[in-house]
């Protein structure tokens, strides 16, 4: 299909255009995927509530409105609500997969920040991990702006927050994970439990 606008796609798949819905599909999906996972923590749950979010657009493709942004960050906006609700749902701990979840962190080796450094000293399911541990708010920015790589005006659109209030939330984020991260080096070289 050529390469249309979010709105032509939107339009098109209320018309019942399976094309349409490919294009939205192979466009969104593993955005969504991402940002399943890294707030749930189980690949399970993050294949489930992607396919959700993919069945609310196509159950309501009129609440997708082109003024607000685009489509991934709606989408993105949806995906948020259905980790909420998961998250609410469940009874038990989630729990972490770590089958290709070292695929999904990018850490880049030439900044020098302490928070860069922890990160890299730790494997991906133990960064997960640690990532679950921080609050739920600064989790989400920190999803979306380091390892989904929006800028501070897509999340906050996403979020429907202030740019300044995401910038806070993802330096107090930092903070937390941070944190997290030294607690454990600290617990483990003790041999101490968390």
Known sequence: MVSRTDQELVRLLARGDHRAFEAVYERCRAPLFRFSLHMSGSHEIADEITQDAFLFLLRNPGSYAPERGPLLNFLLGVTRNLVRRSKRSATDDLSIEDEGIENQFAVPETND??????????????????????????????????????????????????????????????????????RRTVAENSGAKL
Not at 119 to 141: C, F, M, N, T
Not at 168 to 177: D, E, K, P, Y
């Open 113 to 182: 920040s302490p928070l860069d450094l922890a990160i890299r000293r730790q494997s991906a399911a133990s960064l997960q991990d640690a990532l679950l541990k921080v609050p739920e708010g600064y989790r989400e920015v920190i999803v979306l702006c380091d390892l989904q790589e929006m800028s501070y005006a897509e999340a906050a659109a996403t979020l429907g927050i202030p740019v300044g209030t995401v910038r806070s939330r993802l330096h107090r984020g930092h903070i937390a994970l941070l944190d997290v991260l030294s």
